[in-house]
């Protein structure tokens, strides 16, 4: 016994409604969890390469330099966790994209590592990002720029560089 050409159709559209309707009674009864970003150890890797070549002259030297660096990595991670969720995920696919070799290899120019990196071609790749034509390129690195320029200048210690003397006393 042969179906007809009506018949298919009818039985399709029928089979497309349902599975329409199931998907969006899963949606309505299971709410997914909010996106939190994590800074995850690929990520601390890329920041810890990143940082000091945004900051550059700002790092102190010595023995201050590391603490000083992770204080402001820490402050990108907070940054971060301040944003809305959507743009967490954007962020978070940003270091997933950094975090991936071939990907790192082919945006950033850098071969090995992040714990590898020098600052000569983290600085270079920067660089490309700062000027590249493609808008997506740019926004990255400005993502990156301010995010690790607002979490240093956002510690006290980094004020007195810069001739800030704090807040007012009668606004605290």
């Known amino acids: 016994m042969g179906t007809s050409r009506r018949t298919f159709l009818k039985a399709g559209g029928l089979g497309a409604l349902a599975l329409a309707a199931g998907g969006a009674l899963y ?36 023995g201050g330099r590391a603490a000083a ?40 120019g850098v071969s090995g590592g ?15 990002w700062r000027l590249h034509r493609l808008g997506l390129l740019r926004s990255a690195y400005h993502a990156l720029h301010d995010l690790v320029l607002g979490a240093w200048y956002a510690q006290p210690a980094s004020w007195a560089a810069t001739g800030y003397p704090g807040p007012m006393k009668e606004l605290s």
Not at 72 to 101: M, Y
Not at 122 to 127: E, G, I, R, T
């Open 27 to 62: 949606r309505a009864t299971h709410t997914a969890p909010p996106h939190h970003f994590a800074l995850d150890g690929e990520a601390r890797a890329a920041l810890h390469a990143i940082a000091p070549a945004i900051l550059a002259g700002a790092l102190p030297g010595g």
């Open 69 to 108: 660096l992770n204080s402001s990595i820490e402050g990108v991670h907070a940054a971060i966790l301040g944003l809305p969720p959507v743009t967490q995920k954007e962020v978070q696919d940003l270091f997933g994209l950094l975090a991936l070799a071939p990907a790192r290899r082919l945006l950033t």
């Open 114 to 128: 992040w714990a590898e990196a020098r600052v000569e071609d983290v600085n270079a790749f920067l660089q490309d």
